[in-house]
């Protein structure tokens, strides 16, 4: 069975400064695609990043970078220059081509200003 | 921009009732999701279509069932509600597999079963 296992339940950062995620998940897969998603208090789930296995790069949008080790099964987040709009739930999400996306537990980031 | 539609944002509703959760999706999607949130055990796939008329279990699909007539509307029944379906049911659409596709999500409906 596929699982994504986040065993953060929640995090603390200082506004502005940085903070990384954990995730890790269970594959015997060599083709997939791993996602962050955001869930703010809206409960509107956001897209915030998104890897393919197959590319050894590790994608980047803005201020969000993802750490992406294969051959450790690890995919953690790393949000730069946090602000208090960051603050929500992350959620880390693995799929294999044609199937359904298996999620983790969640992690709470809370931002201080 | 893409937008799928949850009808209710909160229902309450009593043990042995037959409830209905809808979701509309306006961007000719060809897959729907319905997931269910519960504290410290994040999203879990009740289960999902990939076309009109067709669906497949998902991971608990126990307790449920879905309808998909028309491709933009997704329904989720519960046919006896029981207290230990008290949760946050989130409904999800995407275009068919063609990659990494991401899903687009309703804003979730929370419900509380007495």
């Known amino acids: 069975a596929q699982t994504v296992t986040q065993s953060q339940p929640e995090m603390s950062v200082q506004e502005a400064e940085t903070v990384t995620l954990s995730c890790t998940y269970d594959t015997s897969e060599s083709d997939y695609y791993l996602f962050w998603y955001k869930q703010p208090p809206s409960r509107q789930m956001i897209l915030v990043i998104r890897q393919e296995a197959y590319k050894q790069q590790n994608a980047t949008e803005n201020r969000f970078s993802v750490n992406f080790q294969k051959a450790a099964k690890s995919f953690s987040l790393k949000i730069s220059d946090s602000q208090l709009g960051d603050a929500a739930m992350y959620f880390c999400a693995y799929r294999v081509r044609g199937n359904k996306l298996v999620f983790g537990a969640g992690t709470i980031l809370r931002v201080k200003s | 921009d893409v937008k799928v539609t949850q009808s209710s944002r909160y229902l309450v509703k009593r043990t042995g009732e037959k409830v209905f959760l809808e979701c509309v999706q306006d961007?000719?999607?060809?897959?729907m999701f319905w997931y269910r949130q519960d504290p410290g055990l994040g999203l879990r796939l009740i289960y999902f279509?990939?076309?009109?008329?067709?669906?497949e279990k998902g991971d608990i699909p126990e307790g449920y069932s879905v309808s998909r007539e028309k491709k933009e509307r997704f329904s989720l029944i519960l046919e006896s509600a029981s207290t230990n379906q008290t949760s946050m049911y989130l409904c999800?659409?995407?275009?068919?597999?063609?990659?990494?596709?991401?899903?687009?999500f309703g804003s979730g409906t929370q419900l509380s079963v007495l």
């Open positions: 279509s990939y076309d009109v008329k067709m669906k």
């Open positions: 999800a659409s995407s275009l068919i597999d063609r990659g990494p596709e991401k899903l687009f």
């Open positions: 961007m000719d999607h060809e897959n």
